[in-house]
C-alpha cells in the first residue's frame, strides 16, 4: 500500500458547505472561468483555504482524496477520484463507503451510492469531534469488498485552528490532472530492483545430431516387396535399430549377369591353374637334374598355389549364384530369388519414405526410407566475429519461435540442453564461428530444420533496477522518464541506462527504488511538460 498526503493551500475546496451546494463540482472546462467568483467568495469571508490531497495505492486501485482541513462539526467535502488499474480507467459504477473512527465508541459511516460523474465520488461529511481519526475507503468488487485504508485524518477544534496549521509545500513538477490521465489511460509502475539478464539474439536452426539421421538405400536393383509377417512401415511409425522395414528381390536380369561373370571367372581360374601345374612339374625335373636353382622352385610352388586358391575363391562365388538361380531360399519370392533385407540403422521415426509400390522394379541406390531420430536434436547459431567478446562465460541461452519474442523457453539450465561447441574455429568466408547446443527433445516440440531465434546470455545482474521500456521516452537525445510524485503531479528524470532483458531496462541513475514511474502514456506526459502548465486543478473538475 502506498500513500501519498499533499497539502495545497490556496484551494477552492474550503468554501464550506454554503459554496458547495452553490457551486457544485464543474467540468475542468468550467473551473478555470470561475474560480475568480470563488477566490472573491473567500476572500470576503476572511477564509484560509487549505486542500488536503492524498494518493494511496492498493493492488487494484488508486485513491486520489481531496479535502479542505477538517473542523469538528463542520460539514466537509470529500472527493475521491477512483481508478481501476486493471483498465487504467475511472470507477464508472457502484457504491463507495467512507468509515472513520476515533477510539472505541465514536465512528463515522457514510455511502455514496454512485460516482457523480466517471470516476468521481462526493460526499459531505462531519466529524462530531477534534482529533485523529482512521480512516479507510471499501470498495464492492467481483471478489467482494476491496478495504483501502487511508492515513490518519486531523479534525481541528476550530477554524481559527485549522488557519493556523502548519502545513508542508507541495510537491512541484508537471501537472497532469485525472480526468486527462484516464484519457490517455495512463499508468505506473513501481521501480524495485530485479535480475536482469542481457541476451545477443542469434539466427538459430535446429538440426539432428550425428548418426540421429539415417537413409536405407537399395544395393542393387530389384523389386520390393513386404517384410517378413509383417506391413510395410509408414511415415510417422516409430521403429526400432535393426528393424526390417521391407525387403528387395533382386532383379532376374542382375543374377543372370552375376551368375554369368562367376562362370566366366572360374573358367579363366581353372585355365591359370592348369598352366601353373605344368609349369611346376617341368622346373620340378630340372631342378632334379640342377638344372634350375631351388628359388625358382620355389616361385613356382607360390605360383601354383596362388592359382589353386584364385580358382577355390570363383567355384566358391559361382556355387553362391547357382544356388540363388536354382530358388533354394525358403523364402524366394515369385520369380523363385531370394530377398535382401533392408534394415534400419537407427531407431527412430520414419520421416520420408520412397513412392515406389510393393513389386515396383527400382535402381540401385534408391533411398526407400528415411529414420530420423529427433529425441535429442541441436540448435545451431552462427556468432559474428565481432560480437564473441560480448558471450559469457556460461552461455546460457533461451530460445523463441520467429515472432513470438515475449515466449522466451530455457534452451539450457532448466531448459536441460547443454553446450557442445563454442566459437571454435571461426569461417574464413562468413567470420562467424559456429555455436551448438544439445537439447532433449522429447515432446517434440523442436523440429530438425525449424528456424528459431536464439538469445545467448551476454551480462547477468541479480539486483538491478529496472523499468519497462515503455516508460522510457527521448528528449533531445537523452533517455528520461516520468515519476508520479503526487497524483496530478510528475517530475521528469534524466536516466543513465544499462542492460536490457526483454521488455526491461536497467536504470543506472536517474531514479531510486520505489518511485512510481509513468510507463502507458509516458509520451502524453512530456507533451504536457512541453506544452507548459495546464489549467490550475482544484475542486471544480
Known amino acids: 500500500m502506498e500513500r501519498d498526503v499533499i497539502w495545497k493551500p490556496g484551494r477552492c475546496l474550503a468554501l464550506g458547505l454554503v459554496a458547495l451546494v452553490a457551486v457544485g463540482c464543474r467540468p475542468a472546462s468550467e473551473g478555470a472561468a470561475r474560480h475568480g467568483t470563488q477566490d472573491d467568495h473567500a476572500h470576503e469571508h476572511g477564509d484560509v483555504d487549505r486542500t488536503v490531497q492524498v494518493t494511496v495505492f492498493d493492488d487494484a486501485h488508486e485513491v486520489f482524496l481531496e479535502h479542505p482541513l477538517v473542523v469538528a462539526a463542520t460539514p466537509t467535502p470529500f472527493v475521491v477520484h477512483l481508478t481501476e488499474l486493471a483498465t ?37 461529511l462531519t466529524f ?3 482529533g485523529t481519526w482512521t480512516m479507510a475507503l471499501t470498495v464492492p468488487t467481483d471478489q467482494g469488498e ?11 477544534a476550530s477554524t481559527h485552528d485549522a488557519q493556523h496549521a502548519v502545513v508542508p509545500e507541495p510537491p512541484a513538477g508537471i501537472a497532469f490532472l485525472k480526468e486527462q490521465q484516464w484519457r490517455v489511460q495512463l499508468g505506473t509502475e513501481v521501480v524495485q530492483p530485479r535480475r536482469l539478464v542481457e541476451h545477443l539474439r542469434l539466427p538459430a536452426q535446429v538440426a539432428a545430431r550425428p548418426g540421429g539421421r539415417a537413409q536405407v538405400r537399395t ?23 535393426g528393424q526390417v522395414l521391407a525387403r528387395l528381390q533382386p532383379a532376374l536380369s542382375e543374377l ?45 610352388a607360390y605360383a601354383l598355389k596362388a592359382a589353386e586358391a584364385r580358382h577355390a575363391a570363383a567355384l566358391a562365388l559361382q556355387r553362391t549364384y547357382r544356388e540363388a538361380d536354382a530358388g533354394q531360399d525358403s523364402a524366394a519370392g515369385a520369380a523363385g530369388l531370394p ?61 523463441a519461435v520467429p ?58 545482474v541479480e539486483e538491478a533496477l529496472a523499468v519497462p521500456g515503455e516508460a522510457i521516452v527521448e528528449e533531445g537525445g537523452r ?38 514511474v509513468v510507463t502507458h502514456g509516458a509520451y502524453a506526459v512530456r507533451l504536457a511538460s512541453v506544452a507548459g502548465a495546464l489549467p490550475a486543478h482544484g475542486y471544480a473538475h
Not at 146 to 156: A, K, S, T
Not at 228 to 239: F, K
Not at 487 to 512: C, M, N
Request: hydrophobic share 45%; glycine share 8%.
Open 403 to 460: 515472432g513470438t519474442p515475449e515466449r522466451l523457453v530455457p534452451l539450457t539450465a532448466e531448459g536441460g540442453g547443454r553446450l557442445v561447441s563454442a566459437g571454435m574455429p571461426i569461417d574464413p568466408t562468413t567470420r562467424t564461428a559456429r555455436l551448438v547446443y544439445e537439447v532433449a527433445n522429447t515432446d517434440n516440440r523442436l523440429r530438425v530444420g525449424q528456424s528459431l531465434d536464439l538469445y545467448v546470455e551476454t551480462v547477468r
Open 479 to 516: 533517455p528520461i522518464a516520468f515519476v508520479q510524485v503526487g497524483a496530478e503531479t510528475f517530475d521528469k528524470r534524466e536516466l543513465r541506462l544499462g542492460i536490457r532483458d526483454g521488455p526491461w531496462v536497467q536504470v543506472l541513475a536517474g531514479l531510486a527504488a520505489g518511485d512510481r
Open 219 to 241: 544395393p542393387l536393383p530389384g523389386y520390393l516387396v513386404l517384410p517378413p509377417e509383417a506391413a510395410m512401415p509408414l511415415v510417422g511409425d516409430v521403429v526400432a535399430a
Open 128 to 130: 462530531p469531534q477534534a
Open 88 to 124: 487504467r480507467e475511472p470507477r464508472r459504477a457502484g457504491p463507495l463507503r467512507f468509515a472513520a473512527r476515533q477510539g472505541q465508541e465514536t465512528s463515522l459511516d457514510h455511502v455514496e451510492p454512485a460516482p457523480a460523474r466517471a470516476g468521481i465520488y462526493e460526499a459531505l
Open 339 to 399: 530377398a535382401i533385407e533392408l534394415r534400419s540403422p537407427v531407431a527412430g521415426k520414419i520421416v520420408a519414405q520412397s513412392d515406389a509400390a510393393l513389386g515396383e522394379l527400382i535402381p540401385a541406390e534408391q533411398i526407400v526410407f528415411t529414420v530420423l531420430d529427433a529425441t535429442r536434436v541441436l540448435v545451431e547459431a552462427h556468432v559474428p566475429e565481432a560480437s564473441l567478446d560480448r558471450l559469457g562465460e556460461a552461455k546460457a541461452a533461451r530460445y
Open 146 to 156: 476491496q478495504r483501502i485504508p487511508l492515513p490518519d485524518l486531523r479534525v481541528h
Open 256 to 300: 543372370a549377369t552375376r551368375l554369368i561373370e562367376a562362370e566366366g571367372e572360374v573358367a579363366r581360374t581353372r585355365l591359370e591353374r592348369e598352366q601353373a601345374e605344368v609349369a611346376f612339374e617341368r622346373i620340378e625335373k630340372l631342378a632334379q637334374a640342377d638344372a634350375k636353382s631351388p628359388r625358382e622352385l620355389q616361385e613356382a
